[in-house]
């Protein structure tokens, strides 16, 4: 029997604060992003850090807005790697994890972790805190 055909990479991000469009670190993902993206929503809940960054918890009850994105292939382990430089994974304050939106894309996303105080976001949409 011959070995299955390999999975492609998980290429989506979602995204639901500063990397958006119009937010501070947009310009963070605009390089690597092989797409302009399109509105969509994660179950979770979304909070204000008080430090002018928002945090998801996915999968609780709630609606997240964002905007999902398909990153560049050639580019994808950079940019997965600056992206999780930037948001902390290694001590934990933000964890990669694999969501599926709204629209029914598996895509990668960024939990909160710990150590923040959180405000709940009730719209669940940091353009609209």
Do not use: H, K, N
């Amino acid at each position: 029997m011959p070995d299955p055909m390999p999975e492609p990479p998980l290429d989506a991000l979602f995204v639901y604060g500063t990397l958006r469009p119009g937010d501070v670190r947009w310009s963070m993902l605009e390089p690597f992003a092989a797409d302009t993206g399109v509105d969509d929503t994660v179950a979770g809940r979304l909070f204000d850090t008080g430090l002018d960054y928002p945090a998801a918890v996915f999968g609780v009850g709630g609606t997240i807005v964002g905007r999902t994105y398909r990153l560049r292939i050639e580019t994808l382990a950079e940019a997965l790697a600056v992206l999780d430089e930037e948001e902390d994974t290694v001590d934990g304050l933000y964890r990669r994890v694999t969501v599926v939106t709204g629209r029914g894309t598996t895509a990668w996303a960024y939990a909160y972790g710990q150590g923040l105080e959180l405000t709940p976001i009730p719209s669940g949409d940091w353009f609209d805190r």
